[in-house]
């Protein structure tokens, strides 16, 4: 436009301005692309930043990562995508980053992939590995989840925002489950609650706080029986109280006001994937019922003409 401009102030033709004016633009046009677009990685870690294209490049199910923990950990994988629809739906309600919050919830079990079997969404059979196992072992072993997911997404050169996600998504949380099941076992040493908690960090952000609670909300949901409208908020708003009372959310910038409306997005993204559905009636007791209601038929057409 300038160039245009400054041809007609000195009274270049109109024809050879209009070309040279076109072919300029077209030509700064690419040039600022193939700029832009490869300057980009320079920045975003020259100035620890991550755009939205890198996240959306993160976030396609080709991803190395991502295709590892489908194949080596299909039940979190799995678990995955539904804490991703869960916290994004949060995140756009509260006023977060929601494709930072999909992303990181992508990735915040990464760690699962060293050792699968260990979690119980990926446990085909009955077979437990923790049945022989002392609760401390377990602990230690689901809680390093956490560090090994940290350490997976630095050699994978993911951007700090996952990462924080990742090493934050449990907070300083209790394995309750082994410290109830140490408690009740005959060790002679005492059990310290301590050494049954994650070692954190706390949330810092609303992002990592979503995706803790989205997860913790996920898990409890899906063990649900009888998953009625009114149990599924009972159980969410529960959860959201116990991590709030435990603490987790101290470092974070929820209100309770958020934490309200955290609960009531949850509540809408679950209803829509626990719908209640129709009971189909068994098969094979519906081809007795109609056998037996064709041979009645028969029966009355043979009397009737007799
Ligand atoms: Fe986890
Ligand atoms: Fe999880």
Redesign the pocket.
């Known amino acids: 436009m300038a160039i245009f401009v400054v041809g007609l102030v000195t009274g270049t033709p109109l024809g050879l301005l209009i070309s040279t004016s076109l072919a300029l633009g077209i030509t700064s046009g690419i040039l600022s692309s193939i700029l832009t677009n490869g300057s980009l990685p320079f920045l975003e870690h020259t100035f620890q930043i991550t755009s939205p294209v890198r996240l959306l490049e993160l976030s396609h199910p080709n991803n190395v990562l991502l295709k590892r923990l489908l194949t080596e950990a299909p039940g ?1 994988y799995h ?2 995508i539904i ?1 991703g629809n869960l916290a994004e739906s949060a995140a756009d309600a509260v006023g977060g980053e929601s494709l930072l919050v999909r992303v990181g919830a992508y990735y ?2 990464i760690g ?1 992939i060293k050792r699968p079997y260990f979690f119980i969404e990926n446990q085909m059979t009955s077979d437990n590995p923790h049945d022989k196992i002392a609760p401390s072992l377990s602990t230690l072993i689901l809680t390093s989840h956490v560090k090994d997911g940290v350490e997976l997404a630095r050699e994978h050169r993911l951007p700090q925002g996952i990462i924080d996600i990742i090493e934050q ?1 449990h907070g300083s949380g209790l394995v309750s489950y082994f410290y109830h099941k140490a408690l009740e076992s005959d060790r002679t040493e005492t059990v310290t609650e301590e050494e049954f908690r994650y070692e954190g960090p706390k949330p810092q952000t609303k992002e990592a706080a979503l995706v803790m609670l989205a ?1 913790s909300v ?2 409890a949901v899906r063990s649900l029986q009888n998953r009625t409208a009114g149990r599924v908020e009972g159980l969410v708003r529960k959860i959201i109280k116990d991590k709030l009372n435990d603490g987790q959310l101290d470092e974070c910038d929820l209100t309770l006001k958020d934490l309200d409306i955290i609960a009531a997005a949850f509540v809408r993204v679950l209803t829509g994937i626990f719908h209640s559905r129709i009971e189909y009636p068994d098969i094979a007791q519906e081809m007795e019922r109609r056998k037996k209601r064709a041979g009645t038929r028969k029966q009355l057409t043979e009397k009737s003409g007799s």
């Open positions: 979190t678990h995955s804490v915040h079990d699962k998504h997860d996920e898990a």
